[in-house]
């Protein structure tokens, strides 16, 4: 009877101790991982969430492509152990990333900016990046490609912990693929993001996958202090100059809405969005006789796209030729960066530094209004 006794007290602790290694190691419930890590304050795109006593994170994309229509994707990055919660269905990376193939430039300057670059093991369209550090190791650094068009093999080479990618109007082609080779991804959402600043807080995100998410914090949070200081400065000057934005592409000269990352900027650097759109805030199509009268009330023009001076400007476009911004030398295109394949270090780079994009506006806008501010770094004028 007492061996009785002491065989059921240990089968009693041998069950109590194998339920607490399930418990330690995985076997909770999704409903359990509700505790928020990190609430953005811009950013309107993701969620960082976690459960009590767990060392994981979950990272959510609201916003993986445009019209995504409540589809989300999510990832469980793995820590100590632990495994994904019964009823998780994203991706899921064991350990924080060491070996990243970025599938976006601005996911590169993220990297940067958190001075972790040199975890790009791969990249997409390597001509086109402006950045230093990928150009300088090229030979180590893979190029896997684009999105309709990537080269798996080259991908595999580049042993990723993980690929970060994009949707445009639905899931990235990729997604297939990677599933079947066991390459976990993640969807980076900053182009969904119509604040400026919103964009540049998705290196949140990205500093969580790489294991440093109180660095990503202290690196973000610089960013909107200088940045609504100079909105102040901006915000106080009585003279609003009119502002017109791009150029058309064949026949569609696109005009975003208000509220929107370039009518933000615009805002916030103390001028005027010439168009006013309207209650739908998304990009309409204007035609030319409308973008006509709009560059004739403008004091100025940005954002011209392509062109390179002013010759190119009207022989694309002779009938502006007599536009006051235009004889007036006030046209201005944000492609200073421009390498020599076209790649523009605005939309790479520009996503971490909104500050240095609206201190150029200022200066463009209201020149002298800052008193210490040097030459502009992302624009230049159209001469």
Not at 343 to 370: K, R, T, V
Request: aromatic share 10%; charged share 25%; net charge negative.
């Amino acid at each position: 009877m007492f061996k009785k006794i002491i065989f059921f007290l240990a089968l009693v602790a041998a069950t109590v101790v194998v339920g607490a290694l399930v418990s330690c190691a995985g076997g909770s419930d999704l409903s359990q991982w509700n505790e928020a890590v990190y609430v953005p304050e811009y950013a309107g795109g993701f969620r960082i969430s976690a459960a009590e006593g767990k060392a994981s994170v979950i990272i959510t994309t609201f916003t993986p492509w445009q019209g995504a229509g409540g589809e989300t994707r999510s990832l469980f990055i793995a820590r100590n152990g632990e495994k994904a919660p019964d009823g998780f269905k994203g991706q899921v990376l064991d350990g924080d990333a060491e070996r990243i193939v970025c599938m976006s430039s601005s996911y590169i300057a993220m990297l940067d900016a958190l001075g972790e670059i040199r975890r790009v093991t791969g990249v997409s369209g390597m001509d086109f990046i402006a950045n230093q550090y990928v150009q300088a190791n090229r030979d180590r650094i893979t190029d896997v490609g684009y999105d309709g068009n990537t080269d798996y093999e080259m991908l595999l080479a580049s042993a990723p912990d993980i690929v970060l990618l994009y949707g445009i109007t639905g899931a990235s082609g990729m997604e297939g693929k990677l599933k079947e080779l066991g390459i976990p991804f993640m969807y980076i959402g900053e182009y969904m993001e119509e604040s400026p600043l919103g964009k540049a807080e998705w290196c949140i995100p990205v500093a969580e996958i790489i294991g440093c998410r109180e660095k990503g914090i202290e690196v973000f949070n610089r960013i909107p202090k200088r940045y609504d200081s100079l909105k102040a400065i901006a915000s106080e000057t009585a003279y609003r100059p009119k502002v017109m934005v791009n150029i058309p592409y064949g026949d569609a000269w696109i005009m975003s809405p208000p509220k929107s990352y370039v009518g933000r900027l615009i805002t916030d650097a103390g001028a005027d969005y010439i168009y006013p759109g309207d209650t739908t805030e998304v990009s309409r199509t204007i035609d030319i006789e409308e973008a006509y009268r709009l560059v004739n009330e403008c004091d100025y023009w940005i954002n011209t796209g392509r062109v390179a001076s002013k010759a190119a400007l009207l022989a694309e476009l002779p009938k502006f030729a007599d536009v006051p911004c235009i004889k007036e030398g006030r046209v201005y295109n944000n492609n200073l960066r421009l390498n020599e394949h076209g790649g523009d270090d605005f939309w790479e780079s520009g996503i971490m530094h909104p500050d240095i994009i609206l201190e150029d506006l200022i200066n463009i806008f209201h020149p002298g209004l800052l008193a210490q501010s040097g030459p502009l770094y992302y624009y230049r004028k159209i001469e």
